[in-house]
């Protein structure tokens, strides 16, 4: 269930950093709505990270919260706001997935 619980607080990074990224881009009210997504994003994210904290050890859940963060926000920036999709970027990504998977596969 931790497990789940982390891949949410995750996911939950990539909306507040997608939210930013709207933010940015919107003016009067809409930036307003893009900022309050951003803080609930945040705060639920943070949440669940705390909790995932008190069952697994910090070093694997926050290097796993990161990496859901890292790649999804890549994903984000290349399918919504049309970054390049490099070789590189792909690849570094990939290494990165498989780092967040290999954690998992060494943790308790």
Known sequence: MNWILL???????VGF??????AKE???SEATYWYLGFLTCLVISML???????????????AVWTGIGAVGTVLVGIFIFKE???????????TLIISIVGLKVVSH
């Not at 950093?17 to 709207?22: E, M, Q, R, S, T």
């Not at 390049?84 to 990939?94: D, E, G, H, I, S």
């Open 7 to 13: 891949v949410l607080a995750g996911l939950f990074e």
């Open 17 to 22: 950093a997608a939210c930013l990224g709207k």
């Open 26 to 28: 919107a003016t009067g």
């Open 48 to 62: 669940l990270l705390i909790k995932v904290t008190q069952e697994l050890p910090i070093g694997t859940a926050y």
């Open 84 to 94: 390049p999709a490099t070789f590189m970027r792909l690849f570094f990504m990939t």
